[in-house]
């Protein structure tokens, strides 16, 4: 009898968790951080700008932890690979910063959306992408 293995798609679906893993924890931190009530964070003047800058950190740690998880592939294969792994993560990174949006408005009474805040969340995650791509692109 030949020896059991796994079917290649389970060994695919473990890589895609186990490689997933980084950006999963840091979804998890934003999220934490969006239900929480507006009065636990603190009030600095001037305070418009330092909630766009602190978007624009947490997105882009975002993106680069999506990425973070699949840096070997990303330096090993090819141009055509590096494209398509940062369309996804700036894809994910957009939708999941969309998504954190409504829930406050919608789904959070203590806190709102706002169109300015997402905004930073798409410049965050353009810039972690970048970063990613920057750091990881030459190595061999």
Partial sequence: MPPLTKPRS????????RNSIPGILCGIVILILTVLPGSLFPRVKPAIGLDKVAHIFMYAGFAFACL????????????????????????ISIAYGGL?????????????????????DCLGTGLGALFFYLFFHRKK
Avoid at 76 to 90: E, V
Avoid at 109 to 119: Q, Y
């Fill in 10 to 17: 389970v060994n695919l679906l473990e890589r895609l968790t």
């Fill in 68 to 91: 973070w998880g699949y840096r070997s592939q990303f330096v090993s294969k090819g141009l055509d690979y590096k494209k398509k792994a940062i369309l996804l993560a700036i894809i």
């Fill in 100 to 120: 954190t949006e409504m829930i406050q408005e919608y789904l959070v009474p203590t806190r709102s959306g706002d169109k300015f805040d997402f905004v930073a």
